[in-house]
């Protein structure tokens, strides 16, 4: 969070933001690192529970970015993030799991533990709207959203390289691709939408 600024930067998981905010931390008035659950706050989560605290009930107004990323390409950051060897043996592991198997399973009403990862378009609604902050970039552009947070704090930034997953080739069928864009609509809806606005 930025007071002077007037700007928060939500931290949606597997876009890149973990290097964005390493990086403006030093500038940051505030930071949420732990617990885990909160570092990654949801934009309702936020305005629910913390904005009234944070923007002194209305009388300080904070705008808000975050980054997407299309939603094949975050699942599959995912997947491989959850093939590395630190979590070998444990429940949330890919390494024994397809990529297929990865997807379907995040499909289920109740996802297995290595499947479970929420969804970029429920991290980003906002109370009436589908996408609940006032600047959204797309991470194949990280370069723009920099551009704007570096012109918005007045510092250079320099983003480290961190939380890289392995790279592994994956498959998604198309019967299987059709199917997710079908159940998982409003993350291809909200990406569409992002794709149509101007840099």
């Not at 931290?11 to 990086?23: D, I, R, S, W, Y």
């Not at 706050?41 to 808000?64: A, D, I, K, T």
């Not at 980054?67 to 390409?73: F, L």
Request: glycine letters at 6%; aromatic letters at 12%.
């Amino acid at each position: 969070m930025f007071w002077k600024q007037k700007l928060v930067l939500f931290a949606v998981p597997k876009t890149g933001t973990t290097a964005l905010e390493t990086a403006a931390r030093p500038f940051a008035s505030t930071a949420i690192l732990n617990p885990p659950g909160m570092k990654h706050v949801s934009v309702r989560r936020y305005h629910n529970n913390l904005s009234g605290f944070f923007e002194q009930r209305g009388s300080h107004p904070m705008e808000s970015m975050a980054i997407m990323r299309e939603p094949i390409s975050w699942l599959d950051s995912w997947y491989r993030y959850r093939r590395r060897p630190q979590l070998s043996g444990r429940e949330n592991s890919t390494e024994a799991i397809s990529f297929e198997d990865f997807v379907t399973a995040w499909l289920e009403e109740s996802p297995p533990a290595f499947a479970n990862i929420g969804s970029q378009a429920r991290f980003l609604r906002g109370e009436d709207t589908a996408c609940g902050v006032t600047h959204l970039f797309r991470y194949d552009r990280l370069a723009d959203a920099v551009t704007f947070l570096e012109g918005r704090i007045g510092e250079t930034l320099t983003l480290p390289r961190s939380n890289i997953s392995p790279k592994i080739p994956v498959h998604l069928s198309s019967k299987l691709e059709t199917r997710l864009r079908a159940e998982r609509s409003a993350d291809f809806d909200l990406w569409d939408w992002l794709l149509q606005q101007k840099p």
